[in-house]
């Protein structure tokens, strides 16, 4: 295999490639919840929602690398872990802490908020298309039970923050996994990938053959690779790359077919259990699963090309390293937006085809204005809002 070290990374203090797949990481993930509104269509259906289904398909396949993206970057940013391991707990997980509990509790709160402003409870289904009836309720009594659970999971009206408990986690596991990183051959850190990437076959395995296998129990869910799998695969998979790199015309030629057979099967799958009469929320999410193989196929492709992209304008250079800075409080903020994107193409009527796109570009540049404007006016205060 060959590899090579990639010339002149750092340019003016930054990355210039990973903040490139941090934009790339950044627009999918708010295009991604831009589809919510298309596969959880709330209220009654119009005569074209098979139509709305497609494209919510279609779309909401295609960004799946967007979530393994952000972990890539993080692997290949931090690993490995340099310095006293309690100075990297107080600095990673404190600015992600409070951004995240601070509008953990706006989010809970809104629906309460929307009925003291005497709004209709359907606007909370515009803004969160996975609500149901107890948040149409408009209670202060349910937004604050909502509160109350943070410290257990995220709620129905803050979905996203799912991954702000996962980043937590990585952050505590790093300088674990880091000991074994800084010390580990190429070829240890190759077989560890590849291991993982068994494991990336067993959601497939344990819902259409059996719930266990490698010593899988009723009284044992850690399985023989149960140590391999997971986002730490994204973890090293993006360390492992950082330094590689390879022609263009070598990942356009394993890259492309790579990516659309992964996209083939998440799509394909996804739609065939859609069509089942009935099914689980597991069962819906299969194919969309994160640490599955057919999306570490479309994942791999998008990283790799990304490094080749080639900036040279200062400005937009300066752009990608704001964007670095506002990044976090973007993926705090921006939920409350993608919702009423959705609204507004539809009002303006704009191509079905096009709805997504459109609505998460909304979406991301008021989100990333309004935090743009907090560390303005902020400073070094804004990361206790916006990271």
């Known amino acids: 295999m060959m590899q090579s070290q990639n010339p002149a990374i750092r340019q003016s203090g930054h990355i210039v490639w990973l903040d490139v797949v941090r934009f790339v990481a950044m627009f999918t993930v708010v295009c991604c919840h831009c589809a919510d509104p298309f596969n959880f269509y709330p209220g009654e259906p119009p005569a074209n929602i098979e ?9 909401g396949a295609f960004l799946r690398p967007c ?39 706006l989010y809970n709160l809104f629906p309460w908020i929307t009925g003291l402003l ?6 909370i289904l515009n803004f969160f298309p996975y609500s149901g009836e107890e948040v149409t309720r408009q209670s202060l009594a349910v937004s604050l039970k909502y509160i109350a659970e943070i410290p257990e999971n995220f709620s129905i009206v803050d979905v996203h ?9 990585l952050y505590l596991y790093m300088p674990i996994f880091s000991a074994w990183v800084e010390k580990a051959s190429e070829r240890a850190k190759l077989w560890f990938l590849i291991a993982w990437g068994v494991t990336t076959l067993l959601p497939y395995y344990y819902q259409f053959v059996s719930p266990y296998i490698w010593g899988g129990c009723s009284w044992n869910s ?25 022609e263009l015309g070598r990942i356009l030629a394993f890259g492309i077919p790579m990516f659309l057979v992964g996209y083939a099967v998440t799509f394909f799958g996804f739609r065939y259990v859609t069509a089942l009469p009935e099914y689980s929320e597991e069962l819906l999410e299969l194919f969309f699963t994160y640490c599955s193989l057919n999306v570490v196929m479309m994942t791999l492709p998008l990283f790799l090309l990304a490094k080749k992209v080639k900036v040279r ?8 390293a704001n964007l670095t800075v506002c990044g976090f409080g973007i993926y705090m903020i ?4 993608t919702g009423p994107g959705v609204v507004l193409m539809r009002a303006l009527d704009v191509p079905v085809a096009l ?13 990333w204005l309004i935090v743009y404007a907090i560390n303005r006016l902020m400073g070094k205060k804004a990361r206790y809002i916006v990271g």
């Open 118 to 123: 005497g709004l209709s409870p359907d606007v």
């Open 355 to 367: 709805q997504i796109p459109a609505a998460a570009v909304v979406a991301f540049c008021v989100s």
């Open 161 to 169: 923050m799912w991954y702000i408990y996962l980043l937590i986690g």
């Open 313 to 320: 304008s200062e400005k937009v250079k300066g752009m990608l």
């Open 222 to 246: 850690f399985n023989m690779l149960y140590y391999f799998a997971g986002f730490n695969g994204y973890l090293l998979l993006g360390h492992y790359l950082r330094n590689r790199d390879w």
């Open 334 to 337: 921006h939920y409350f937006f």
């Open 51 to 59: 139509q709305i289904k497609f494209w919510g398909a279609a779309y």
């Open 67 to 105: 979530v393994p993206l952000f972990v890539m970057i993080t692997g290949a940013l931090l690993l490995p872990v340099r310095g006293d391991t309690s100075v990297f707990y107080k600095k990673r997980i404190s600015r992600v802490f409070w951004p995240f509990l601070i509008w953990s509790v």
